[in-house]
T-cell receptor, first 111, second 112 residues
Framework: QQKVQQSPESLIVPEGAMTSLNCTFS??????FAWYRQHSGKAPKALMS????GEKEEGRFTIHLNKASLHFSLHIRDSQPSDSALYLC???????????FGTGTKLQVVP | EAAVTQSPRNKVTVTGGNVTLSCRQT?????MYWYRQDTGHGLRLIHY???????QIGDVPDGYKATRTTQEDFFLLLELASPSQTSLYFC???????????FGEGTRLSVL
């Protein structure tokens, strides 16, 4: 069964810093990789996703995928207190029908 | 605007009780999902469905039944609730493969 793991479990960064979150997966046939953000007491919401090796940037957020290393990451430039949330990575099985989620990284951005 | 609506938002029941969690989406999405979220475990898939009348087993199905009565409605049934089923439950829907699902706001269930 696909295993999806995130690191670190929690992270505190100062406002304006670069934040890097990591996700590893075990199934090399996985084809869809996504990051979600969940504010306290709210539903998870998709941030961005990627299909193929490389980088994708959207505003302050960059996702990087290395399938050979079974690893992808999310980088947040100029982190803001409003970025404080639980970040979940997700990987789809080869059919793309459903995703398995990591256990999450709790990010706190302090002013 | 696309939305997934869950009800109730909060539920308390006793061990051995009968609980039904409801989910409705009006997005004409084919896929619907039930997840549970627990600290240290992330989101775990319970059951999912491709369409009305279809049901697929997820990763943690024990103790749960589900039913997709229409394209819009997906129900999660706990027929003999146990304290281990105390959790935050999310319903989600999406239109096609390799697409991020849209989540409802969650149902917090406590089994005493």
């Amino acid at each position: 069964q696909q295993k999806v793991q995130q690191s670190p479990e929690s992270l505190i960064v100062p406002e304006g810093a670069m934040t890097s979150l990591n996700c590893t997966f075990s199934d090399s046939a996985s084809q869809y990789f996504a990051w979600y953000r969940q504010h306290s007491g709210k539903a998870p919401k998709a941030l961005m996703s990627i299909f193929s090796n490389g980088e994708k940037e959207e505003g302050r957020f960059t996702i990087h995928l290395n399938k050979a290393s079974l690893h992808f990451s999310l980088h947040i430039r100029d982190s803001q207190p409003s970025d404080s949330a639980l970040y979940l990575c997700a990987v789809s099985m080869d059919s793309g029908t459903y995703q398995r989620f990591g256990t999450g990284t709790k990010l706190q951005v302090v002013p | 605007e696309a939305a997934v609506t869950q009800s109730p938002r909060n539920k308390v029941t006793v061990t051995g009780g009968n609980v039904t969690l409801s989910c409705r989406q009006t997005n004409s999405h084919n896929y619907m999902y039930w997840y549970r979220q627990d600290t240290g475990h992330g989101l775990r898939l319970i059951h999912y469905s491709y369409g009305a009348g279809n049901l697929q087993i997820g990763d943690v199905p024990d103790g749960y039944k589900a039913t997709r009565t229409t394209q819009e409605d997906f129900f999660l049934l706990l027929e003999l609730a146990s304290p281990s089923q105390t959790s935050l439950y999310f319903c989600a829907s999406k239109d096609r493969d390799n697409q991020a699902p849209l989540f409802g706001e969650g149902t917090r269930l406590s089994v005493l």
